[in-house]
């Protein structure tokens, strides 16, 4: 179901990609309220969806194993140790509706764990997301029911901490 969803906002992405393409652009006084603005909105949100579940779909599948190298030792920087990144990631998502990532910011070359909502807005500018967990209720439902707690448990461990460290940039 879930990768049904990921699929509709994939394929949603692409048809709005195709007609504003095709499409004149409106006048300045035609703008607000148009079906222009309208799309815009749609292909933001689409967009934004395809990649946080880009980004959640391929940080699955780990071993449990801990991070290693510059994913653990920026982790103990930032958080203090790996049970307080994964305790403050775990409360970050519980308080979303939406979405959690942990995120390196460019300028500080600090971690965060930050939440968005609704829709899955942006962090903030200027931050590389490495890890996106989808806290929607149709990434649980159907295996944890209402449980967002059990699912959160679940997922931290099996994250992919080598995928996570590939989304570091080159130093």
Request: proline share 4%; with cysteine.
């Amino acid at each position: 179901m879930h990768l049904g969803l990921y699929a509709i906002q994939v394929r949603r992405a692409n048809e709005l990609l195709s007609e504003i393409a095709e499409r004149d652009l409106p006048g300045e006084g035609q703008i607000a309220g148009s079906l222009f603005r309208a799309n815009q909105l749609d292909l933001a949100y689409c967009l934004s969806s395809a990649k946080n579940h880009d980004l959640y779909f391929s940080t699955l599948g780990g071993t449990a194993a801990e991070p290693q190298g510059t994913v653990r030792t920026w982790i103990d920087r930032d958080f203090g140790s790996l049970d307080r990144f994964l305790r403050d990631l775990r409360a970050t998502a519980l308080a979303s509706d939406s979405w959690a990532w942990t995120c390196l910011d460019q300028s500080s070359g600090r971690l965060f764990n930050l939440l968005g909502d609704p829709r899955g807005g942006v962090p903030f500018w200027g931050a590389t997301p490495l890890l996106a967990i989808d806290v929607e209720d149709h990434a649980f439902l159907l295996d944890f029911g209402l449980d967002r707690a059990a699912y959160l448990d679940s997922l931290l461990g099996q994250i992919d901490w080598e995928s996570v460290a590939s989304m570091l940039p080159l130093l």
